[in-house]
Structures are given as C-alpha cells and as structure tokens.
C-alpha cells in the first residue's frame, strides 16, 4: 500500500522556521522524482521544490529561493523541506508528490500557518 505522510507543519511568527517530512512507504521511493506543492486558500497548488531521485538536481520556486531547501534521504525513505525566514504569505498547505513516469503519489498535506 503505498503511503505519503507528512509531518512538521504548524504554526510559526514571520522570521521563523520550520522543517517538513514525507515518509514514503509502499514504493521504490529512490526512483521518484520528489516535489513539495502548496496551496493556499482560494489559490491555485504551485509547485514549491523538487529534488531528483539521486539529489543531483533541485529546483526552486523563485518565491523560496534562498529560504527553502529541499533534501532527501533515500535510506530512510523521507524527504524534507527545511523552511527559513518565513513569511505570512508562505501560509499554505504544503503537500508531498513523488512522480516518476506517469504514476505519480500525493500525501494528505500538512497547514503551515506564518502569522504573528
């Protein structure tokens, strides 16, 4: 049965930081390509980071670009987002995607509030 759970969202003041997990279960997770979306209230779900399979490549949304890192460890069937320097427009619900080919997995999502 193939499983996304995330973890580590929650509430954090403007500045802060926060470090998100998605373990994987279920499939060969070192062969996916691994992405974080998010989604804000009465917006449209953007893609945020991805990693490749063997952490060569990363790519970034340009509105987390030098706050956001993404990172994965294959051994272990997770990947992380650490998020720095948090802004309140970084509220979203932040989800989990592995793709590889046309199959592709979504977690259940976890809400990252940045409020003061």
């Known amino acids: 049965q193939v499983q996304l759970v995330e973890s580590g969202g929650g509430s954090v003041q403007p500045g802060g930081s926060l470090r998100l997990s998605c373990a994987a279960s279920g499939f060969s997770f070192s062969t996916y390509v691994v992405s974080w979306y998010r989604q804000a209230p009465g917006k449209e779900r953007e893609l945020v980071a991805l990693i490749t399979p063997n952490s060569l490549s990363t790519n970034y949304a340009d509105s987390v670009k030098g706050r956001f890192t993404i990172s994965r460890d294959n051994a272990k069937n997770t990947v992380y987002l650490q998020m720095n320097s948090l802004k309140p427009e970084d509220t979203a619900v932040y989800y989990c995607?592995?793709?590889?080919?046309?199959?592709?997995?979504w977690g259940q999502g976890t809400q990252v509030t940045v409020s003061s």
């Open positions: 995607n592995v793709r590889r080919a046309s199959v592709i997995y």
